[in-house]
């Protein structure tokens, strides 16, 4: 094990994540440090509580190379940039820098079940552990769907399987094989990629940086262990002549007879590699209510149906959603620009959206691309869009938010959104 003791660690992100970093780091006699972009009336006041109670110095607005100089680590939370010139000063100066999945997976010996893909992770990752623990064993759910990994790798003799929803900015930092700084590198058991399409091009330059990214998931995986790709994908197959690991493929023609579901054919896959009968799968598939901010039903009001789509951040997400809809919809879309194409979801949309109502960094965008095929109107904050959205339905409706985009612009993530919408809804009169 990675020995800590009396070594500073510098935690890039003063959040969530950056918390369980620190918390892991305490447990095993190390020194955290904290450094953060925001100002630090804009942090949680919880956060600023547990830096003063555990005397963790914290430096705020901004990243500099003074505070990171005498670390013997840097950790960075999930979403933090790995170009940040702080980042790189620190590689060039010998400092060790990895992801906060990587520090917690030196913690860690029970195995690892990853799984990344442009849409579908929540739900998969859920049904992962909810068929595992159907079958008997002990499973810990974590990663990117809401508790960090650094939370829980401590208590890898309370788990069989840890299963984890990752994120291509998570797999950016990655230490490869042939690394010679002496960690351990991030090596699923079962890693899996469930689809791509665009996403995070504010982040990655082009799409294939952001496939490379996705795709270290595998490169530290060797012959025991296994690779789960979506068959349907040309890109995806091509990548599996390349790994090292078992590729399993799922959404071929081979797939079994209990479902035509994406997810649930990676449940299956995944099921089958654990030794798991497909029984216990169904029966975990009809039990399945779903995940918060997905498709989540909030409330019927005057015939009016609104439902909850926070978890849409993609054009491939909003256009699952706007099809499993039976009713004409008002949806609500918009927020922080990604750089995202969704003129390919026109024809869609004049179909199945009677208005659109739009909001955040791309309103305009939306505006733009929408407005010959669908009656399109500009909201000017979250809470009037909600309010424009029930004045333009009306009964046999639905009220879909599904924005299709990240929430960064008003929100600190798409589960505070989800929530504040089913707030503001359930107190719509």
Not at 152 to 175: I, N, P, R, W
Not at 287 to 296: I, N, S, T, W
Request: glycine share 6%.
């Amino acid at each position: 094990m990675l020995n800590l003791k009396d070594k500073k660690i510098t935690i890039v992100g003063a959040q969530k994540s950056g918390i369980a970093i620190a918390e892991l780091v305490l447990s095993l006699g190390g020194i955290p440090k904290m450094t953060e972009k925001k100002k630090p009336e804009d942090l949680n006041p919880e956060v600023l509580r547990f830096l003063q109670n555990n005397s963790i110095a914290l430096e705020c607005g901004g990243h500099t190379k003074e505070f990171v100089a005498d670390s013997y680590l840097l950790v960075l939370s999930p979403g933090v940039r790995f170009d940040l010139p702080t980042v790189i000063w620190a590689k060039e100066n010998k400092i060790p820098v990895l992801g906060e999945i990587e520090f917690a997976f030196q913690f860690c010996d029970k195995p690892v079940i990853a799984i990344t893909g442009s849409n579908g992770k929540t739900t998969t990752v859920t049904l992962t552990d909810k068929i595992i623990k159907e079958a008997g064993f002990k499973s810990c759910l974590c990663g990117n769907i809401g508790s960090p990994f650094s939370k829980f790798a401590l208590q890898s003799d309370s788990f069989d399987y840890f299963v984890l929803e990752v994120s291509s900015f998570q797999m950016e930092s990655l230490l490869a094989k042939d690394n010679k700084e002496g960690f351990k590198k991030f090596k699923p058991f079962i890693a899996a990629i469930l689809n791509f399409n665009q996403n995070h091009l504010d982040r990655h330059k082009d799409m294939d940086e952001y496939f490379e990214a996705k795709a270290r998931i595998f490169q530290n995986q060797y012959k025991n262990d296994f690779a789960v790709l979506n068959h349907s994908s040309e890109k995806l197959k091509f990548l599996a002549q390349k790994l090292s690991s078992k590729v399993v493929f799922f959404n071929d023609d081979r797939d079994n007879k209990f479902s035509d579901n994406q997810n649930h054919l990676a449940v299956l896959a995944i099921a089958n590699i654990l030794k798991i009968k497909p029984e216990i799968c169904k029966k975990v598939f009809s039990e399945f209510k779903g995940v918060e901010h997905r498709l989540e039903w909030v409330r019927n009001l005057d015939g009016v149906e609104y439902i909850n789509d926070s978890k849409s951040t993609t054009a491939e997400a909003g256009e699952w959603a706007i099809n499993r809809m039976t009713k004409p919809i008002v949806m609500i879309c918009g927020g922080s620009d990604k750089h995202l194409d969704y003129s390919w979801l026109k024809k869609l949309v004049k179909d199945k959206v009677k208005t659109m109502i739009v909001i955040g960094d791309i309103k305009g965008q939306l505006k733009n691309t929408f407005a010959d095929v669908v009656n399109v109107i500009e909201g000017e904050s979250f809470e009037a869009a909600v309010k424009l959205a029930q004045n333009n339905s009306t009964n046999g409706d639905c009220v879909l938010l599904s924005p299709m985009t990240a929430s960064f612009d008003m929100f600190d993530n798409f589960e505070e959104r989800g929530k504040v919408f089913k707030q503001i809804v359930n107190k719509l009169k």
